[in-house]
């Protein structure tokens, strides 16, 4: 049988491209294509989801956790609609994800023909970088090159159109040798950026005369690790990390300050309000109330993509480059500096906050405190572990709880901050890296969203991973806690009970119906004995831990107008006044009274 279109898509992903797996669900818009992988099996894996959004949000798991361009699949219509969410999380946390979807015949696009939806126009904002539809079995070879080539030069998204008649068409996997053809190859090779000297040398200018320098980190310098620390030791300063930054540099280090921003720890909020010098690596956190003030500080920033630079805070230089290529290429260009009292300074803060933080988790809590959760979770993370959290209060506890230690991998959906990526995220964490154990930390909005059908993805697939340790916590608050907690400190209202309440869902008994392990308690003193459970057991397991709703996600700072907030919603009613009061004392105590 001769080669198709669909065969041929295929084939030069597999071959030319390295793709090794697509996340797809399937629909006649694109039963040439996954005809093609059953011819292909061996080469191209599909892995079949519970809805495209899902596929979508692993493909961008799979760029965030290899490097490599995460690969999506639907069908025409309701099936490409349903990738969007998950495309967007890529796009916005500039990662390399191809979404390949179906379309109707050629002969029936313009007829208002079912499912007919003008896909290009659709994908056009999302995927603006690089959107075709394809029209001729000769365009397919440059279509897919030039995909894939775009996706990961420009860390974005990019999407192929093909229409359902074409992928059984014969492929023209050479297009004739004449006027109007394409005539495309494959391969990319990343090119090594590093800003021209005489920047080098204004930037190190900066950072010398600099007294009291703080760093900020984000995922541009997840690859970084050692040149962040070697930067910092010799500058004295200290490192505050963006969300997506987590993984950047060890939580153990005393000059780290941890997570910044309204999830942030305290020390952050020291770094910045005190520093004279900010130095920012790879990270378009958006806060700008969390930096200094203008004016405050002089500012370099590095970032590869020079739209991003210059848009938190109005810098000295700024140095387009590669962050790791860029520190290494300062690094001989700056002066230690002798006077570490403000190195010191920040280290007495930190180990100060690491007690607070004990301390806040430890605070007794109906049934149980969420942060004693994560504060359990983080004394028993496993070497190598790999962590993804949902939108939602887990992402507090996650930000300022977890301590990551070198050679793990932790992330979630940062800018878009969408609810529903942590479960697909370590799905797609598993794919990836099978031998390694994951955790994925939700709120049961989030596993009532989406979370509670994927799971079913996790018992589909679990043997073919030789690590059985994919663990889902789940904080039963039966709230959309986050939320709530955002109205009453933002807006000063009262929880407002129609939106926010959440029915009470059995997560563990769910997983247990489907074959997975499940685990839950409202018994404190459990905690850590069943994480060491979930951590021992022969399959994957949903642990399901009943959280009271009033703790308060505390910001490390707060400003009058989130006290007179806080203050609006107790005086309209707040259904849960008096423990959230109770609670809120409670987790500021710690702060006032160190010793206590
Ligand atoms: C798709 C989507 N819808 C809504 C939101 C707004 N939002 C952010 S966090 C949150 C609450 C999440 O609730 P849950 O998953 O139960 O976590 P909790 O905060 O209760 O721990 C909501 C509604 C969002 N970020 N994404
Ligand atoms: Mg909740």
């Given at each position: 049988?001769?080669?198709?279109?669909a065969?041929?898509?295929?084939?030069?992903?597999?071959?030319e491209?390295?793709?090794?797996?697509?996340?797809?669900?399937p629909?006649?818009?694109?039963?040439?294509?996954?005809?093609a992988?059953?011819?292909?099996?061996d080469?191209?894996?599909?892995?079949q989801?519970?809805?495209?959004?899902?596929?979508a949000?692993?493909?961008?798991?799979?760029?965030?956790?290899?490097?490599?361009?995460?690969?999506?699949?639907?069908?025409?219509?309701?099936?490409a609609?349903?990738?969007?969410?998950?495309?967007?999380d890529?796009?916005?946390?500039?990662?390399?994800?191809?979404?390949?979807?179906?379309?109707q015949?050629?002969?029936?696009?313009g007829?208002?023909?079912?499912q007919?939806?003008?896909?290009?126009?659709?994908?056009?904002?999302?995927?603006?970088?690089?959107?075709?539809?394809?029209?001729?079995?000769?365009?397919?070879?440059?279509?897919?090159?030039?995909?894939?080539?775009?996706a990961?030069?420009?860390?974005?998204?990019?999407?192929?159109?093909?229409?359902?008649?074409?992928?059984?068409?014969?492929?023209?996997?050479?297009p004739?040798?004449?006027?109007g053809?394409?005539h495309?190859?494959?391969g990319?090779?990343?090119?090594?950026?590093?800003?021209?000297?005489?920047?080098?040398?204004?930037?190190?200018?900066?950072l010398?005369?600099?007294?009291?320098?703080?760093?900020l980190?984000g995922?541009?310098a997840l690859?970084?690790?050692?040149e962040?620390i070697?930067v910092?030791?010799?500058?004295?300063?200290?490192?505050?990390?963006?969300?997506?930054?987590?993984?950047?540099?060890p939580?153990h280090?005393?000059?780290?300050?941890?997570?910044?921003?309204?999830l942030?720890?305290?020390?952050?909020w020291?770094?910045?309000?005190?520093?004279?010098?900010l130095?920012?690596?790879?990270?378009?956190?958006?806060?700008?109330?969390?930096l200094p003030?203008?004016?405050?500080?002089?500012?370099v920033q590095?970032?590869?993509d020079?739209?991003?630079?210059?848009?938190r805070?109005?810098?000295?230089?700024n140095?387009?480059?590669?962050?790791?290529?860029?520190?290494?290429?300062?690094?001989?260009?700056?002066?230690r500096?002798?006077?570490?009292?403000?190195?010191?300074?920040i280290?007495?803060?930190?180990?100060?906050w690491?007690?607070?933080?004990?301390?806040?988790?430890?605070?007794?809590?109906?049934?149980?405190?969420?942060?004693?959760?994560?504060?359990?979770l983080?004394?028993?993370l496993?070497?190598?572990?790999?962590?993804?959290?949902?939108?939602?209060?887990a992402?507090?506890?996650?930000?300022?709880d977890?301590?990551?230690?070198?050679?793990?991998?932790?992330?979630?959906?940062?800018?878009l901050?969408?609810?529903?990526?942590?479960?697909p995220?370590a799905?797609a964490?598993?794919?990836?890296?099978?031998?390694?154990?994951?955790?994925?930390?939700?709120g049961?909005?989030?596993?009532?969203?989406?979370?509670?059908?994927e799971?079913?993805?996790?018992?589909k697939?679990?043997?073919?991973?030789?690590?059985?340790?994919?663990?889902?916590l789940?904080?039963?608050?039966?709230?959309?806690?986050?939320v709530?907690?955002?109205?009453?400190?933002?807006?000063?209202?009262?929880k407002?009970?129609?939106?926010?309440?959440?029915p009470?869902?059995?997560?563990?008994?769910?997983?247990?119906?489907?074959?997975?392990?499940?685990?839950?308690?409202?018994?404190?003193?459990?905690?850590?004995?069943?994480?060491?459970?979930?951590?021992?057991?022969d399959r994957?397991?949903?642990?399901?831990?009943v959280?009271d709703?009033?703790?308060?996600?505390?910001?490390?700072?707060?400003t009058l107008?989130?006290a007179?907030?806080?203050?609006?919603?107790?005086?309209?009613g707040?259904?849960g006044?008096?423990?959230?009061i109770?609670?809120?004392?409670?987790?500021k105590l710690?702060e006032?009274?160190?010793?206590?």
């Amino acid at each position: 049988m001769s080669e198709s279109v669909a065969d041929h898509l295929l084939n030069r992903l597999a071959g030319e491209w390295g793709v090794r797996r697509i996340y797809g669900y399937p629909g006649d818009g694109i039963n040439g294509i996954i005809g093609a992988f059953g011819r292909l099996e061996d080469r191209i894996h599909f892995v079949q989801v519970r809805h495209e959004e899902m596929a979508a949000f692993m493909a961008c798991a799979h760029a965030k956790f290899t490097g490599e361009v995460g690969v999506c699949l639907a069908t025409s219509g309701p099936g490409a609609i349903h990738l969007l969410n998950g495309l967007y999380d890529a796009k916005l946390d500039h990662q390399p994800v191809l979404a390949i979807v179906g379309q109707q015949a050629r002969l029936g696009l313009g007829g208002s023909y079912q499912q007919e939806v003008d896909l290009t126009t659709l994908f056009k904002d999302v995927a603006h970088e690089y959107v075709q539809m394809a029209t001729e079995p000769g365009q397919m070879r440059h279509l897919i090159d030039r995909a894939m080539r775009i996706a990961l030069s420009e860390r974005t998204v990019t999407c192929l159109i093909v229409p359902n008649d074409m992928q059984m068409e014969d492929a023209v996997p050479v297009p004739p040798h004449k006027h109007g053809t394409v005539h495309s190859g494959p391969g990319y090779s990343r090119p090594q950026v590093t800003p021209t000297d005489d920047q080098l040398i204004r930037a190190a200018g900066v950072l010398n005369r600099g007294e009291r320098v703080a760093m900020l980190v984000g995922a541009g310098a997840l690859q970084a690790s050692e040149e962040v620390i070697e930067v910092a030791d010799k500058l004295g300063a200290g490192v505050a990390k963006a969300l997506l930054g987590k993984a950047v540099v060890p939580d153990h280090l005393m000059f780290v300050t941890g997570a910044i921003g309204l999830l942030g720890t305290r020390p952050s909020w020291d770094l910045m309000q005190e520093c004279d010098t900010l130095l920012m690596v790879g990270s378009g956190f958006p806060y700008s109330e969390f930096l200094p003030e203008e004016g405050a500080a002089a500012g370099v920033q590095i970032d590869l993509d020079a739209r991003m630079l210059g848009i938190r805070y109005p810098m000295e230089v700024n140095l387009v480059g590669d962050s790791a290529l860029t520190l290494r290429a300062l690094l001989p260009l700056l002066e230690r500096k002798e006077d570490r009292a403000w190195r010191e300074k920040i280290e007495a803060g930190v180990d100060d906050w690491w007690k607070i933080v004990e301390r806040r988790a430890l605070e007794p809590a109906d049934p149980i405190n969420p942060q004693l959760v994560f504060h359990e979770l983080s004394k028993r993370l496993p070497d190598r572990a790999i962590i993804t959290s949902d939108s939602g209060s887990a992402a507090n506890w996650y930000a300022r709880d977890v301590r990551l230690r070198g050679g793990m991998m932790a992330t979630l959906s940062g800018t878009l901050a969408t609810m529903g990526a942590g479960v697909p995220y370590a799905i797609a964490a598993k794919f990836a890296h099978p031998d390694r154990p994951v955790f994925a930390l939700v709120g049961d909005g989030a596993m009532q969203m989406n979370g509670l059908a994927e799971l079913i993805t996790v018992a589909k697939y679990r043997d073919r991973w030789p690590d059985q340790r994919l663990i889902v916590l789940v904080l039963n608050n039966r709230d959309l806690n986050q939320v709530t907690w955002e109205q009453r400190a933002m807006s000063g209202d009262p929880k407002f009970v129609q939106s926010q309440e959440l029915p009470d869902v059995p997560y563990a008994r769910w997983a247990e119906l489907i074959g997975l392990n499940g685990i839950r308690t409202d018994d404190p003193a459990q905690v850590g004995a069943c994480w060491e459970e979930a951590l021992a057991a022969d399959r994957p397991t949903v642990f399901e831990v009943v959280c009271d709703p009033e703790v308060p996600p505390l910001p490390p700072h707060i400003t009058l107008e989130e006290a007179r907030a806080f203050a609006s919603a107790v005086a309209h009613g707040d259904p849960g006044r008096r423990r959230m009061i109770a609670q809120s004392i409670r987790q500021k105590l710690p702060e006032i009274l160190p010793g206590r």
